[in-house]
């Protein structure tokens, strides 16, 4: 997206595109004015060029959205360093560590934000030296608990509670609907798509709407559709998502 509202996209390869049919633009946030606070970067990264966001927070109540393109100094891949910078107080999770998928061209990664700021990159391909922090978008705090619709299914903190993850939950921040925490699956032989249910009256939305979410260094899809239904097609996930 550009300053002159263009919104555009690279297909590596085209036949992709013809294979799938259809693209969606569910889950994208930013903010439309320049403010917040920034973002101290570990001295081993740096901003991506000028052309591009910096890395600065934006907090509205309790909900707080994340912007930047960086890069590793180092142009060794080998030398990575997982620590990427730190969120000041006001923009840091209160009640246990999130994990996100960001872009790095045709690249998916896995980037963490823990209760004290820190955002680590956990995994990814290292063919691109640059990701983008934009979209991220996460609710403080805790709301109201997920509840799981198979056995299957269970809370990665209640499994590794010494992980301190956020356990899976929904909120809502007047007409936006957030979904957070981490799952995995204990029986993956007879384990059901439909993950959980939101309610009707809180948090659904109108139609069914479509995100990706993360999978480790990989995204999946996951739908919500107009029954209230959580579908995930892996078997890991982990992502807020921000409704319309």
């Not at 969120?87 to 999770?93: E, K």
């Not at 209760?115 to 979209?135: C, E, F, M, P, Y």
């Not at 139609?207 to 999978?215: G, Q, Y």
Request: glycine share 8%; aromatic share 10%.
């Amino acid at each position: 997206m550009t300053p002159a509202g263009e919104v555009s996209g690279r297909v590596k390869d085209k036949r992709q595109l013809g294979r799938a049919g259809s693209v969606n633009f569910e889950g994208i946030i930013f903010p439309h004015k320049a403010g917040g606070w920034e973002i101290v970067l570990n001295q081993d990264w740096e901003l991506k060029g000028e052309a591009y966001n910096p890395a600065r927070c934006y907090k509205r109540e309790n909900m707080v959205v994340i912007t930047g393109v960086v890069q590793p100094k180092d142009r060794n891949f080998d030398n990575w360093q997982p620590l990427i910078g730190t969120l000041p107080v006001q923009c840091r999770p209160s009640d246990g560590s999130l994990v996100f998928s960001v872009n790095s061209g045709d690249d998916a990664h896995e980037v963490e934000i823990s209760q004290s700021g820190a955002i680590v990159w956990k995994s990814g391909n290292h063919r691109t030296r640059w990701l983008s922090l934009d979209g991220v978008a996460f609710l403080r705090s805790t709301f109201n608990q997920l509840l799981l619709e198979s056995p299957s299914w269970r809370s990665l903190s209640s499994v590794h509670p010494d992980l301190r993850y956020r356990t899976p939950g929904y909120g809502r921040l007047k007409r936006y609907c957030f979904l957070t925490g981490m799952i995995l699956v204990e029986d993956i032989a007879n384990v059901s798509s439909t993950v959980a249910h939101l309610p009707a009256d809180e948090c659904a939305p109108p139609v069914k709407v479509r995100f990706t979410v993360n999978n480790h260094d990989s995204v999946v899809g996951m739908t919500v559709p107009i029954t209230f239904a959580l579908v995930l097609f892996s078997s890991y996930l982990c992502a807020p998502f921000c409704g319309s």
